[in-house]
């Protein structure tokens, strides 16, 4: 059936949020109108706040706001600022221009200009300053390029105007900033510059105000005073708490963006039509999700709104580096015309999200794939006329030009990106569930999520898996394997994402439960719960004993050839699992008395794990993830002052043939060896 006009143009509004888009970065040009998804998040807020106290307004407000959007790329703040730029334009009828007074609506739409300045009503002069990227400057060809010393002017000219001022920025510009100039008497006694020191003295809270409003030194200015507010936007995972991913899936997979293709005659053959069934199924969605969030545990990173955004389009509108400048609907309906449903089961969401980088369903290696294709092109000559379709839809696998595979957020589904290491397939699977997705079992259709495409290709790999056993001309039996392991890549995956597996998936779910239980205060835990606390601060310190010459003893390294231990070593060196404050969504910390800590990620939890049952070596544990904690340990011996406690202390020194002791008790020292 030829290809008409009627198509979904949603999905080409989803392609413009891809990396590659151009809704991919939030430039000022797209403030002016609603984004094509958005929802509300606690980030909304702060939005609220801003908008009724950054303006002088109708009743005269006469105490500033600056406040500081803190985060890594991607992570929402340029939508936060389009967002209020949008209110105060709708709302509070102000004019919002870059610094050579161009209308943001006037901009070109990859344009960004380092500030935006406000002004309320007809007003000649601005009471607000917004700087969307402080990581960059404003003349990025000047031959001294720094965005620390911009920002300084910008806090500086802020508060010389006695102006609102809303900065987006990445910690790392505030910290050099702060590091380069706070031994500067010319500048560290500034104000301006010790809300900056302030800021980055108060770590990383997520949320704070510093002190109480300041006075503008007392010239004529906008506002009289400034209260400074700041938040950091990094801790927040999308997967969790507020479910913000689930509510942007929800938003694209709504009935009214997909009403166009309930009529449409390739709807059944239609990976994204089917993918958006697979979506707002509760329990596939479920375990999308689930997926994810085992992806920013893994990785230690969570996964920011631009990442997001793309994962969508990509699972409900494809790449688009397969369209050219066509349409989604086309390469859809060319598809399903000729028979090249391998290409439409490529676009499928479990092989976008767990096998993204494999050509047709083949292997990624080179090696391997060269291997398969020239087997698939050996039953290809010698199919006979009396296997059309099957024969059409190998001859687009043998010619081998596969969608792309080049799919974009690269982290997660590069060649050795996370979901790469989440891929199930890598280990070994239960013996039934291969039972359950072999291509000659009775697969369960799951309520319509096993779609036409995936009945189609089952057909075409049982009419040449038959054509093979009974034809006389090929006996390669590698075609068998090849045809086995080709059926499995799509086969199983579907299978794994239906059923919510993944590699590792006990091990990061349990981590994920620990990262909750840990940002709960202690006294509203159950005793469950602290059992669970208490046994991983135990699988910790067994861990950090591995270095111990008697691994049954608490004992801290100082050296290559001195340990300490005794008593005071296991009572006051004891590590705890806290809740970390920079990355409490993906990670948690090792603290120790006196106030040392170290990062616990997922991977030391996987090998603890290991190791605490018993299936690992102590030998094989890599010693480079106990480093941090080590190092910790040994900075909280020296704050507690070990040389000078009078019992319960000894010193271990280990010498080529011989272990002397120097043990402490009653204020004496007792040397022994052994």
């Given at each position: 059936?030829?290809?008409?006009?009627?198509?979904?143009?949603?999905?080409?509004?989803?392609?413009?949020?891809?990396?590659?888009?151009?809704?991919?970065?939030?430039?000022?040009?797209?403030?002016?109108?609603?984004?094509?998804?958005?929802?509300?998040?606690?980030?909304?807020?702060?939005?609220?706040?801003?908008?009724?106290?950054?303006?002088?307004?109708?009743?005269?407000?006469?105490?500033?706001?600056?406040?500081?959007?803190?985060?890594?790329?991607?992570?929402?703040?340029?939508?936060?600022?389009?967002?209020?730029?949008?209110?105060?334009?709708?709302?509070?009828?102000?004019?919002?221009?870059?610094?050579?007074?161009?209308?943001?609506?006037?901009?070109?739409?990859?344009?960004?200009?380092?500030?935006?300045?406000?002004?309320?009503?007809?007003?000649?002069?601005?009471?607000?300053?917004?700087?969307?990227?402080?990581?960059?400057?404003?003349?990025?060809?000047?031959?001294?390029?720094?965005?620390?010393?911009?920002?300084?002017?910008?806090?500086?000219?802020?508060?010389?105007?006695?102006?609102?001022?809303?900065?987006?920025?990445?910690?790392?510009?505030?910290?050099?900033?702060?590091?380069?100039?706070?031994?500067?008497?010319?500048?560290?006694?500034?104000?301006?510059?010790?809300?900056?020191?302030?800021?980055?003295?108060?770590?990383?809270?997520?949320?704070?105000?510093?002190?109480?409003?300041?006075?503008?030194?007392?010239?004529?200015?906008?506002?009289?005073?400034v209260k400074i507010s700041y938040c950091h936007m990094d801790?927040?995972?999308?997967?969790?708490?507020?479910?913000?991913?689930?509510?942007?899936?929800?938003?694209?997979?709504?009935?009214?963006?997909?009403?166009?293709?309930?009529?449409?005659?390739?709807?059944?053959?239609?990976?994204?039509?089917?993918?958006?069934?697979?979506?707002?199924?509760?329990?596939?969605?479920?375990?999308?999700?689930?997926?994810?969030?085992?992806?920013?545990?893994?990785?230690?990173?969570?996964?920011?709104?631009?990442?997001?955004?793309?994962?969508?389009?990509?699972?409900?509108?494809?790449?688009?580096?397969?369209?050219?400048?066509?349409?989604?609907?086309?390469?859809?309906?060319?598809?399903?015309?000729?028979?090249?449903?391998?290409?439409?089961?490529?676009?499928?969401?479990?092989?976008?999200?767990?096998?993204?980088?494999?050509?047709?369903?083949?292997?990624?290696?080179?090696?391997?794939?060269?291997?398969?294709?020239?087997?698939?092109?050996?039953?290809?000559?010698?199919?006979?006329?009396?296997?059309?379709?099957?024969?059409?839809?190998?001859?687009?696998?043998?010619?081998?030009?596969?969608?792309?595979?080049?799919?974009?957020?690269?982290?997660?589904?590069?060649?050795?990106?996370?979901?790469?290491?989440?891929?199930?397939?890598?280990?070994?699977?239960?013996?039934?569930?291969?039972?359950?997705?072999?291509?000659?079992?009775?697969?369960?259709?799951?309520?319509?999520?096993?779609?036409?495409?995936?009945?189609?290709?089952?057909?075409?790999?049982?009419?040449?898996?038959?054509?093979?056993?009974?034809?006389?001309?090929?006996?390669?039996?590698?075609?068998?394997?090849?045809?086995?392991?080709?059926?499995?890549?799509?086969?199983?995956?579907?299978?794994?994402?239906?059923?919510?597996?993944?590699?590792?998936?006990?091990?990061?779910?349990?981590?994920?439960?620990?990262?909750?239980?840990?940002?709960?205060?202690?006294?509203?835990?159950?005793?469950?719960?602290?059992?669970?606390?208490?046994?991983?601060?135990?699988?910790?310190?067994?861990?950090?004993?591995?270095?111990?010459?008697?691994?049954?003893?608490?004992?801290?390294?100082?050296?290559?050839?001195?340990?300490?231990?005794?008593?005071?070593?296991?009572?006051?060196?004891?590590?705890?699992?806290?809740?970390?404050?920079?990355?409490?969504?993906?990670?948690?910390?090792?603290?120790?008395?006196?106030?040392?800590?170290?990062?616990?990620?997922?991977?030391?939890?996987?090998?603890?794990?290991?190791?605490?049952?018993?299936?690992?070596?102590?030998?094989?544990?890599?010693?480079?993830?106990?480093?941090?904690a080590k190092d910790a340990r040994v900075r909280a011996a020296?704050?507690?002052?070990?040389?000078?406690?009078?019992?319960?202390?000894?010193?271990?020194?280990?010498?080529?043939?011989?272990?002397?002791?120097?043990?402490?008790?009653?204020?004496?020292?007792?040397?022994?060896?052994?």
């Open positions: 059936m030829p290809y008409t006009e009627s198509k979904n143009d949603f999905l080409l509004e989803l392609l413009a949020l891809q990396q590659d888009g151009r809704h991919a970065i939030s430039a000022p040009t797209n403030w002016t109108f609603k984004p094509l998804l958005e929802v509300e998040t606690e980030i909304d807020e702060f939005i609220n706040d801003l908008e009724g106290t950054i303006l002088v307004g109708s009743n005269g407000n006469s105490t500033a706001r600056w406040h500081f959007f803190i985060g890594s790329p991607g992570n929402g703040k340029s939508a936060a600022i389009g967002k209020l730029c949008r209110k105060l334009i709708d709302e509070k009828g102000c004019q919002v221009r870059d610094e050579n007074d161009t209308q943001i609506s006037e901009l070109s739409p990859m344009e960004i200009p380092y500030a935006l300045n406000i002004f309320e009503y007809d007003n000649s002069y601005v009471t607000v300053q917004i700087v969307q990227d402080a990581s960059v400057v404003r003349n990025p060809f000047s031959s001294n390029v720094n965005p620390a010393n911009e920002l300084l002017l910008t806090l500086k000219n802020a508060w010389t105007k006695g102006i609102s001022l809303i900065v987006c920025t990445n910690r790392g510009v505030l910290e050099k900033a702060h590091r380069d100039f706070h031994t500067d008497i010319n500048i560290n006694t500034k104000p301006w510059f010790k809300i900056l020191a302030a800021i980055i003295t108060d770590g990383t809270a997520n949320q704070g105000t510093i002190g109480d409003p300041r006075d503008f030194n007392g010239h004529r200015t906008a506002f009289r005073e801790n927040r995972s999308l997967l969790s708490e507020e479910r913000t991913f689930e509510r942007l899936i929800q938003k694209a997979t709504s009935a009214e963006r997909w009403g166009s293709c309930d009529s449409c005659v390739y709807k059944e053959n239609c990976p994204f039509f089917q993918n958006r069934k697979w979506l707002v199924h509760d329990m596939a969605r479920t375990n999308v999700l689930r997926i994810l969030r085992r992806a920013e545990v893994l990785s230690g990173q969570v996964i920011v709104f631009r990442e997001a955004l793309a994962i969508i389009s990509l699972i409900l509108a494809g790449c688009p580096k397969d369209y050219k400048n066509g349409h989604p609907c086309k390469w859809v309906s060319e598809a399903v015309a000729c028979n090249n449903v391998f290409a439409l089961g490529a676009r499928r969401i479990y092989m976008c999200l767990l096998a993204s980088d494999s050509p047709y369903g083949l292997e990624p290696t080179a090696s391997i794939h060269n291997i398969q294709l020239d087997k698939l092109h050996q039953l290809y000559d010698v199919i006979g006329a009396n296997m059309l379709e099957s024969r059409a839809a190998l001859k687009h696998v043998v010619e081998s030009k596969p969608p792309s595979t080049d799919v974009g957020v690269t982290r997660l589904f590069g060649p050795i990106g996370v979901m790469a290491s989440l891929d199930p397939c890598r280990e070994a699977l239960p013996s039934d569930f291969y039972d359950r997705w072999d291509v000659d079992s009775q697969i369960r259709l799951d309520e319509g999520l096993f779609s036409s495409i995936e009945l189609t290709c089952v057909k075409t790999w049982q009419e040449l898996e038959s054509y093979l056993e009974h034809t006389s001309e090929i006996t390669s039996p590698e075609i068998h394997w090849v045809l086995k392991r080709w059926s499995s890549n799509y086969l199983l995956r579907f299978g794994t994402l239906i059923e919510g597996r993944s590699a590792w998936s006990k091990e990061l779910d349990a981590f994920d439960e620990l990262l909750t239980l840990a940002a709960t205060s202690p006294e509203n835990r159950t005793l469950d719960q602290k059992r669970s606390i208490r046994q991983l601060d135990t699988q910790i310190e067994s861990l950090l004993n591995m270095t111990s010459y008697q691994q049954n003893e608490s004992a801290v390294q100082l050296s290559e050839t001195v340990m300490l231990s005794g008593r005071w070593v296991s009572e006051k060196l004891k590590p705890k699992s806290a809740v970390n404050k920079e990355s409490g969504s993906v990670s948690l910390t090792v603290e120790f008395d006196g106030g040392e800590q170290a990062v616990l990620g997922s991977l030391m939890y996987l090998w603890l794990t290991r190791r605490s049952d018993g299936k690992l070596d102590a030998r094989c544990f890599p010693r480079e993830l106990l480093s941090g020296s704050k507690g002052k070990y040389a000078f406690e009078s019992n319960d202390i000894e010193l271990v020194v280990i010498g080529n043939d011989e272990i002397f002791r120097l043990t402490r008790f009653d204020g004496e020292v007792d040397v022994s060896h052994d």
